[in-house]
């Protein structure tokens, strides 16, 4: 079984009032005060400038997008993160603006933290974004990010 998505990661309050203006965005709760938009095919042409895509190296990630989610980190972090693995191979990466410009990233590589622990791109920038993990987890599955498999599961548990 696989795990795909690609979506933006913010606290609620803010994601919820960014996202009202965009035209198909659903917004679905995670732990620690935080909330996912997937990345749909309807979110990506309400939010493309018709730039070229992967200035980041992102996959889905609109042309011109990246200066929205600048803008709406002027009143928080704001986080877009891709995954997509199958038979446990594939690949993450993150990045996250905060006051208003790119503040980590882009990240495609594990980094190594205390006792040599690989920490994967997401959990990286979800650190930025105030999530704290208990032991034995990472922020990942701190937030529930495995609690659905790709982003039509999201979809259908989003409140908005």
């Not at 095919?41 to 730039?51: C, I, K, P, Q, R």
């Not at 986080?79 to 038979?87: I, N």
């Not at 205390?114 to 997401?122: C, E, F, G, K, T």
């Amino acid at each position: 079984m696989g795990y795909v998505l690609q979506a933006v990661i913010a606290g609620d309050e803010l994601l919820r009032a960014a996202s009202r203006d965009v035209p198909g965005a659903r917004v679905a709760p995670l732990r620690q005060g935080l909330s996912l938009m997937p990345m749909t095919d309807e979110v990506f042409d309400a939010v493309t400038d018709g730039s070229a895509m992967g200035a980041l190296g992102f996959w889905k990630l609109p042309g011109g997008f990246e200066m929205s989610l600048a803008q709406w980190s002027a009143a928080g972090p704001v986080a877009y993160v891709e995954a997509e693995y199958f038979g446990g191979v594939g690949e993450q990466r993150a990045a996250v603006w905060a006051d208003g410009a790119l503040a980590v990233g882009p990240l495609d590589a594990p980094a190594k933290k205390m006792l040599s622990r690989a920490v994967s791109p997401i959990s990286q920038a979800l650190q930025q974004l105030g999530v704290r993990r208990s032991l034995g987890e990472d922020e990942f599955e701190a937030v529930g990010l495995g609690r659905h498999r790709n982003n039509d599961d999201w979809i259908s548990s989003s409140t908005s």
